[in-house]
């Protein structure tokens, strides 16, 4: 008898342990750094993103000469955001031959072969470089035309996204410039209840390399860090919470979890004493 007793205490022990599995602490963010929530040293302010290889760069001239403007660009679609938010828009329903069409490869040197000027190198470079080398060959080769103006140029890149692997995957689209990791878990619907936030990890492209840092999503540091904000091609790798399979959420439900323990220790309990006692009768 000693011994069920024993077990009952046992099993119920257990299940209230579990039932503490998932806490605030595990899943809030911008939290105070402390032994267990690291702090992130000011290591990196917001930097503009460097071209790299096999982006995609939507590129607009403008000009008061109509000759230029209908050499370099497409009739169709309009100038500035509007042209490429029309652009974008055809890339979604026609495919991605529309990007092909209306945008410049970056190759693996590391140039764009653009009319009339050829190969120009621009990774490595950001957009606002990219414009002024493009806007100053593009002025150095067409100055002596007659009634030559002032050439503007506009360099975006197009087609940027960033994904999620893990708990939850996807891909999505990065629509502004500084897209911060909240941002970018708005953007995706937060993540789940088991997402372990304390080690995150980022896949990312520098310099030709790809590198792997983990950090803590939970630290209100992370605002100071490399990993605030998102880059294109940035992969995010969210595991889950170890133990997951066996944890309880909530108070209401470890309770109904040890109430229905207990009523089956009880259940146990009563055949297994009223079987000893037919026993001991039989005996006497």
Do not use: W
């Amino acid at each position: 008898m000693q011994s069920i007793k024993t077990y009952l205490i046992g099993l119920v022990g257990i299940v209230l342990g579990l039932s503490s599995c998932v806490t605030s602490r595990k899943v809030n963010y911008l939290q105070e750094p402390d032994k267990k929530i690291p702090h992130y040293a000011d290591t990196i302010d917001f930097s503009e993103y460097k071209i790299r290889t096999n982006d995609r760069l939507y590129i607009y001239v403008y000009s008061l000469n109509e000759e230029v403007m209908k050499m370099y660009n497409s009739s169709t679609y309009g100038s500035g955001a509007n042209g490429r938010a029309q652009m974008e828009h055809s890339m979604g329903q026609n495919g991605r031959g529309t990007y092909e069409l209306y945008s410049y490869l970056v190759d693996t040197a590391g140039c764009i072969d653009f009319p009339t000027l050829g190969k120009i190198p621009v990774r490595g470079l950001t957009t606002r470089e990219t414009k002024v080398k493009m806007e100053q060959e593009l002025a150095s080769l067409l100055k002596e035309l007659p009634g030559y103006s002032t050439i503007s140029v506009e360099v975006n890149v197009v087609q940027r996204s960033y994904s999620l692997i893990g708990v939850k995957s996807g891909r999505f689209p990065i629509e502004r410039e500084k897209l911060t990791i909240f941002e970018a878990l708005a953007q995706m619907g937060n993540l789940q209840e088991f997402s372990d936030r304390s080690r995150v990890k980022i896949i990312r492209e520098i310099n030709g390399e790809t590198m792997i840092r983990e950090f803590d999503l939970r630290s209100k540091d992370i605002i100071n860090s490399e990993f605030y904000y998102i880059e294109p091609n940035d992969i995010i790798y969210v595991r889950e919470m170890s133990g997951k399979a066996f944890g309880i959420n909530s108070a209401a439900t470890g309770l109904a979890v040890v109430s229905t323990t207990l009523s089956f220790g009880v259940f146990v309990y009563t055949i297994v004493a009223t079987g000893i006692n037919h026993v001991n009768k039989y005996k006497k």
